[in-house]
C-alpha cells in the first residue's frame, strides 16, 4: 500500500486511501511512522459547515470522544488536527469492519445468539460512556461497527452527543426518527436512558430486520413511536425465545 505525506501536523501521518465519505467531509486511512499504527482520519470541510447545529456538532464529538478513557467497545480518538478550512479527527482503525445497517442489508438478521452477544457488548460500551457523563442521542445501526476479525462492536460516532453532570438532563428533539425515544419528541428533559431505548430498538431491528415503529415519513414515524405498539409477528419471530422478547418490552 502506497501512502503520501500528509502537511497536517507537521507531516505526523501519511494518507494512504479514502475509506469512506459523508456529507461533511471524508475518512481516510492514514499511518503514522512513529507508531507504526494505521489510523481511521476524518476530516471535515468546514466550508460545508452552514448550519449552526452541524458547526456545534462536529466541534462536540471529538471532545465527548476525549473524555472516555479506553473501553473496547467504543472508537478511540488519538489526535485532533484543527486549522482554518479543515477539523481532522484521528482514530482507532477498526479493520475489516462493517456496521450493523450494512452487514443487515449484505446478509439479513442477526441470529438470537448473535444479537444476545451484540446486545452485551453494546451495553457495556453505553454504560461505560454514562459512567464519564456522556449521552450518544444517537444509537443506530449506522453507528455502531462490527469488528471482523473479534465479532467485537464498536460505537464510533458521538457528532450528536451531550455531557451531562450527575442527576443533569437535557432537551431537545436529536436522533435518527426510528431510532429517537419518545420522552425526546414529547419535548420532556431526558438523561442518559435514551440510549437505552435506542439499543433496544437496534436489537430489535438486528432479530426483525426492520425496526419496530415505521412510517412513510419522519412525521409517521414519530407517531408510531409515540404510540408505542411493540408487536412480535409469529412470522418474523418464530425461532426467538420468550426470554429475548421480555428483554426488548
Not at 426518527?177 to 419518545?182: D, E, I, L, S, T
Amino acid at each position: 500500500m502506497t501512502c503520501s505525506q500528509t502537511n497536517d501536523n507537521d507531516n505526523k501521518y501519511q494518507i494512504c486511501e479514502e475509506i469512506g465519505r459523508g456529507n461533511f467531509g471524508t475518512v481516510t486511512r492514514v499511518y503514522a511512522p512513529a507508531t507504526g499504527d494505521f489510523l481511521a482520519c476524518k476530516t471535515i470541510d468546514k466550508s460545508s459547515l452552514t448550519d449552526a447545529l452541524d458547526r456545534a456538532c462536529i466541534d462536540t464529538e471529538p471532545k465527548l470522544m476525549a473524555l472516555l478513557s479506553y473501553h473496547p467497545n467504543i472508537v478511540q480518538i488519538h489526535d485532533l488536527v484543527d486549522t482554518d478550512s479543515t477539523l481532522s479527527i484521528y482514530m482507532e482503525l477498526v479493520d475489516p469492519s462493517v456496521s450493523i445497517y450494512d452487514r443487515l442489508v449484505s446478509s439479513g438478521t442477526f441470529s438470537e445468539s448473535q444479537t444476545a452477544s451484540f446486545a452485551k457488548q453494546i451495553l457495556q460500551g453505553l454504560s461505560h460512556c454514562h459512567r464519564y457523563g456522556v449521552v450518544n442521542r444517537d444509537i443506530k445501526p449506522e453507528n455502531i461497527l462490527l469488528d471482523l476479525r473479534n465479532d467485537a462492536v464498536k460505537i464510533c460516532d458521538f457528532g450528536s452527543g451531550v455531557w451531562l453532570g450527575e442527576g443533569e438532563t437535557t432537551e431537545g428533539v436529536v436522533g435518527t426518527p426510528y431510532y429517537v425515544a419518545p420522552e425526546v419528541l414529547m419535548g420532556c428533559s431526558y438523561g442518559e436512558k435514551v440510549d437505552l431505548w435506542s439499543a433496544g430498538v437496534v436489537l430489535y431491528t438486528m432479530l426483525a430486520g426492520a425496526p419496530p415503529f415505521y412510517g412513510e415519513t419522519a412525521e409517521e414515524i414519530f407517531e408510531a413511536v409515540l404510540r408505542g405498539n411493540l408487536r412480535f409477528p409469529p412470522s418474523v419471530f418464530r425461532g426467538v425465545s420468550s426470554m429475548a422478547k421480555d428483554f426488548l418490552r
